[in-house]
C-alpha cells in the first residue's frame, strides 16, 4: 500500500533578481495506492510547478504545508532520497545527458533505487523485455541518453525509467506533449501497466483529454492559481475539453 499526501502545500519560485513568487497557494491533494488522479488547468495555473516541488527541484522553495509518502516526511529528504523514497518524475522535458548511455543511466539509477547494483545479465535482460514493450529499439541502449531524441522517443524513454525503478507513486508532467497518435498509445500502455501493479498511485498532469482516453482515471482535478478549485471523476475531463476553464480562472481572479 502507498499513500502520497498533499497538505496546504505553498511553494514559490526564486526569479532571475533573487526574490520569490508564491505559486502554490494552498494544495490538498491524497493519492492513495491503486488510485490515478489527473490535474488539469490553464498554462502558468502552476501544475508543473507542483510536479517539480514534490520532486526537490532547488528552483522551488516550499514555504509551509507538508508531503508525506506512507507517513514519511518528504519535504525533508534530499531529492535522491525521494526517488529511493518510490517518488518518480517523468519531467515535461526531459534533459539530454552527451556522454552517459542509457543502459548505463538506467543501471546506476536502479542500483540507487534498489540498493544493489543488478547482475548485468539479469539487468540487461529486465532492459531489453522493457524497451520492447515500449517499442524502443534496441540500439538506443548505448546511444546517449536522450541526446539526438524526437519528443516521442524522450517520452517513451520516462516511461522506460518507471517500468525500471517501479516507484510507489509516479508524477507525469505532460506526458503526452509532443506525442503522436502512435507514440501516445505506447506511453499510455505503459502507464497502465504500471498502474495495473499493487502499491501504486499516478498524478498525471496535462491539459488535454486525449491521453485520458487511453489512461481513465479516477479523480479529474482543475488546477487555477497555484491550487485545486474543482473536481470530479472521469467524465470529468472531457467536460473541461468542451467548455474550457474560462469559468474556472474567473472565479479564481475574483476570489
Do not use: W
Request: proline residues 4%.
Amino acid at each position: 500500500m502507498s499513500t502520497l499526501e498533499i497538505r496546504d502545500l505553498h511553494a514559490c519560485v526564486s526569479e532571475a533578481d533573487g526574490s520569490l513568487r508564491e505559486i502554490l497557494r494552498g494544495v490538498n491533494l491524497t493519492v492513495a495506492d491503486g488510485e490515478t488522479h489527473a490535474i488539469m488547468g490553464p498554462n502558468g495555473s502552476g501544475k508543473s510547478t507542483l510536479a517539480y516541488a514534490l520532486a526537490g527541484h532547488p528552483k522551488y522553495t516550499v514555504t509551509s504545508g507538508s508531503v508525506t509518502l506512507d507517513g514519511e516526511d518528504v519535504l525533508a529528504m534530499s531529492v535522491d532520497a525521494r526517488a529511493r523514497a518510490g517518488l518518480f518524475l517523468a519531467m515535461q522535458y526531459p534533459v539530454e545527458v552527451p556522454g552517459v548511455s542509457v543502459s548505463n543511466f538506467l543501471r546506476t539509477a536502479v542500483t540507487a533505487t534498489r540498493g544493489e547494483a543488478p547482475k548485468l545479465r539479469n539487468f540487461v535482460k529486465e532492459m531489453n523485455g522493457a524497451m520492447g514493450a515500449l517499442s524502443i529499439d534496441p540500439k538506443f541502449a548505448e546511444r546517449s541518453l536522450n541526446e539526438g531524441f524526437s519528443g516521442g522517443e524522450k517520452k517513451r524513454h520516462e516511461i522506460l525509467q518507471l517500468e525500471l525503478l517501479n516507484p510507489k507513486v509516479a508524477v507525469l508532467d505532460e506526458t503526452d506533449s509532443g506525442l503522436d497518435v502512435d507514440a501516445l498509445k505506447i506511453v499510455s500502455e505503459g502507464i497502465n501497466r504500471f498502474r495495473a501493479q499493487p502499491g501504486h498511485g499516478v498524478l498525471l498532469i496535462t491539459h488535454y483529454n486525449r491521453i485520458l482516453q487511453y489512461v481513465q482515471p479516477d479523480y479529474v482535478h482543475v488546477f487555477v492559481a497555484g491550487r485545486i478549485v474543482a473536481e470530479g471523476g472521469a467524465e470529468f475531463a472531457k467536460v473541461l475539453e468542451n467548455e474550457g476553464y474560462e469559468k474556472f480562472t474567473g472565479a479564481a481572479a475574483s476570489a
